[in-house]
């Protein structure tokens, strides 16, 4: 263990780096030549990851890659995806495909209200604060004019603030609960900017407010924060096709369609079943959302927050027979941007963005929601039918080679070999064997 240090965050990035080398690891040489590899050689590149964060000494690399053949609403997309985990970008090409010939996607956004509050203790009478609240309504208005006038000029804005009791949860607890369209903004330093100014204004009020002024006043702000729980702002994405007795290319198969609709039925009504069913949403959903430039904690805290909202944690996805048709969908909450932040600065998620034709944050939520849904449908596919170690442990197999040190030779060889066998540790470190005695 090493001492503690005073004023890291001052040192240079070289200093840093010795300080990291010499204190946090056994070969110092070994590491800082490591941070230096993974450094952009464009000295403006590396400049402006240094500066996203604070103490960088390095960039940590995750591939791009992308999933082609998404019909969405009629409109051909190919889909930009950021992730390390082996089968997803395949499964999310092969659900693709699968869907091209039966109808592609349909989306629908259902909503786009984004939330924030200010949370307040008051003590005293209901009534008397809830006429007050109302008395001060044009000054939240007036004094948050010049933060929203540019928003509003395009459609947005602060859209409601409301007074909410909730002292039944905790004694002398009340929020003004307010509502926000951000348009193509994730709009979070807007909401955040917004928030601040209307507690500014009614910590302000309530101190000159006469009735309050006999005992000083009742009115304490707590904190004032943009909220991840969006339900409003909502998106739909389905898939339909007839359902026949044998599969063929634009139909599914009666067994097929009833097992899958199943297996939705035991994420929908089993907690630990739909964590995993909606981690692998989320394995299509965070893919994306990492790839354009957008906050997947945000987004994970706000999904997982709506797939309780009965009470009970459940399946974000849907299925049914409906009229001969298999119908399969979702419906998920997503608060996102395709400006401002991230998407403006780094130049891969500009690169992302222009790949699926300059979405408005609208069109990037149908895009994102349709990923979640492909690999959903990709996940349960296998797990009804192969299982999913067959496709898992095939893309999964380079991994194990590259531990295994097999060079590029070695790599095509065994990809070969074991196109038709089964992959795991113990197979692929045969078959490395196998093939370097010959
Ligand atoms: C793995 O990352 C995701 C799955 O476990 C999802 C699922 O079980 O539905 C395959």
């Not at 110092?28 to 990851?49: G, I, M, S």
């Not at 590029?408 to 060889?413: F, G, I, N, S, T």
Request: hydrophobic share 40%; aromatic share 8%; charged share 20%.
């Amino acid at each position: 263990m090493h001492q503690p240090v005073e004023g890291f965050s001052k040192l240079t990035k070289d200093e840093k780096i010795d300080w990291i080398a010499n204190n946090c690891t056994k070969d110092p040489d070994a590491a800082k030549k490591l941070l230096q590899q993974y450094w952009n050689t464009n000295p403006k590149v590396q400049n402006l990851h240094e500066e996203f964060i604070e103490n960088t000494l390095s960039n940590y690399y995750l591939p791009f890659a992308v999933a082609p053949n998404f019909l969405i609403n009629g409109n051909l997309q190919t889909i930009p995806m950021v992730i390390e985990e082996s089968s997803v970008v395949a499964a999310a090409g092969k659900a693709a495909k699968f869907w091209l010939t039966r109808g592609g996607f349909t989306t629908k956004v259902l909503g786009t209200e984004k939330v924030g509050q200010v949370h307040f203790m008051f003590h005293g009478k209901q009534q008397v604060l809830s006429e007050f609240i109302t008395s001060i309504q044009p000054k939240f208005e007036a004094e948050t004019e010049s933060l929203t006038k540019n928003m509003r000029k395009r459609g947005g804005g602060i859209t409601s603030i409301s007074l909410r009791d909730k002292t039944r949860q905790l004694k002398g607890y009340y929020q003004l609960h307010c509502t926000f369209d951000t348009l193509d903004a994730m709009g979070a330093n807007f909401i955040n900017s917004c928030l601040e100014q209307l507690a500014k204004t009614l910590e302000r009020e309530a101190k000159e407010y006469p009735v309050f002024q006999k005992n000083g006043t009742p009115l304490a702000i707590v904190m004032s924060i943009l909220s991840n729980y969006v339900p409003n702002c909502l998106v739909r994405a389905e898939v339909s096709c007839p359902v026949s007795a044998e599969k063929s290319e634009t139909t599914v198969s009666q067994g097929f369609a009833e097992r899958f609709i199943q297996a939705i039925a035991i994420a929908k009504s089993e907690p630990f079943r739909a964590v995993t069913h909606n981690k692998g949403i989320m394995n299509g959903v965070d893919a994306v959302v990492i790839a354009t430039g957008n906050d997947f904690r945000a987004v994970e805290a706000g999904v997982h927050a709506y797939a309780s909202k009965s009470g009970e944690y459940s399946s974000l996805t849907h299925a049914a027979i409906e009229g001969g048709h298999f119908k399969f969908w979702i419906e998920i909450p997503l608060a996102l941007g395709t400006v401002g932040g991230l998407t403006s600065l780094h130049p891969l998620t500009k690169l992302a963005l222009e790949i699926v034709q300059q979405p408005s944050a609208r069109e990037l939520m149908q895009i994102v929601a349709v990923a979640g849904l492909a690999q959903n449908f990709a996940a349960i596919r296998s797990l009804v039918t192969t299982g999913i170690q067959k496709g898992h442990m095939k893309m999964h197999l380079l991994n194990l080679l590259n531990q295994m040190g097999a060079t590029a030779d070695e790599k095509r060889q065994l990809v070969e070999y074991f196109r038709d066998k089964a992959v795991n540790t113990s197979t692929v470190k045969e078959g490395l064997e196998l093939i370097r005695k010959q």
